[in-house]
Every structure is written in structure tokens, then in C-alpha cells.
């Protein structure tokens, strides 16, 4: 098993949007293993499997039918295994309540979802390419939304 890789996962309700998604990580030069799951209740499933490898970063909805992005957040920040993901909210909104919910539950980044691909790549590959431990340690609501 190539170990080289950033195992990134992506959960997300919209099919299109997931495969933008894949799509702008396939053209980008950065080595990722991406995985894609349509709802939260999907995604706490495997999580929470003990025989996965987790991800390096989880890019999450806010808007997901049966367990919200809002709730995995939570339920991904109370548990110590997860300690090491660095969260990037990914959604179409960028209201105010929105942006400080998450800032304050324990997301390392906002990202208003890009309208087109190029954007999208470019914003995938600061994401990817981020020095995690810097953007993680001492939480600066500053550097929270992301702005292109």
C-alpha cells in the first residue's frame, strides 16, 4: 500500500458537487486518495469502523439529509480518535451564524463552496497544501474563512 498520499474524504449530499470534487483532485498534481460519502450517517459509519485509515482532512457540508455537517462536527470533535483531522467546512452558505457555529465547535476552516472549477482547484490545492499544524495549533478566527 502506497503510503505517499493525503487521504482526503468529502461528505456531501449534492452528486454533482462530489464529482466537481473528485474531478478538480484528479487535475490537480497532488498525490490524494479521495473518498466521497452522500450523507453524515454515512460518514460517522466509516469513521467510526476500526479497520479504516483515517483522513488527513475532511471536507464537510453543513447541509446533509439524516445527520447534518453541524452534527458530525460534533460528534468528530468529542471524539479523541479523530483529534489529528484537520476540518474544512465546505458549503454554500457563508452566513455569519454559520462560519461562527463552526469556528467555535472546532473546524479548522470555512470554505463558501467555488461556483467554478477553476476556483475549486485552486482552493483544493491551498487546502491540501496547508501546513496543518500550524493552521491547527492556537485557532485564529482570522485565518478561519477562507478568502480567494
Request: aromatic share 10%; glycine share 2%; net charge negative.
Amino acid at each position: 500500500m502506497n503510503d505517499n498520499y493525503i487521504k482526503v474524504i468529502l461528505a456531501d449530499d449534492d452528486e454533482d458537487d462530489r464529482l466537481f470534487f473528485t474531478d478538480a483532485f484528479e487535475e490537480l498534481k497532488i498525490t490524494t486518495k479521495v473518498s466521497t460519502f452522500n450523507d453524515g450517517v454515512y460518514l460517522m459509519d466509516h469513521l467510526n469502523s476500526a479497520d479504516i485509515t483515517l483522513p488527513e482532512i475532511l471536507f464537510l457540508d453543513l447541509n446533509m439529509p439524516r445527520k447534518s455537517g453541524m452534527d458530525c462536527l460534533k460528534e468528530i470533535r468529542a471524539n479523541d480518535r479523530f483529534k489529528d483531522i484537520a476540518i474544512a467546512i465546505y458549503s454554500t452558505s457563508s452566513s455569519e451564524e454559520d462560519v461562527e457555529n463552526t469556528f467555535v465547535l472546532g473546524a479548522n476552516i470555512y470554505i463558501k463552496k467555488p461556483n467554478d472549477f477553476k476556483k475549486l482547484k485552486k482552493v483544493l490545492s491551498e487546502i491540501v497544501t496547508i501546513n496543518w499544524q500550524y493552521h491547527t495549533n492556537g485557532l485564529n478566527k482570522d485565518n478561519f474563512l477562507l478568502r480567494l
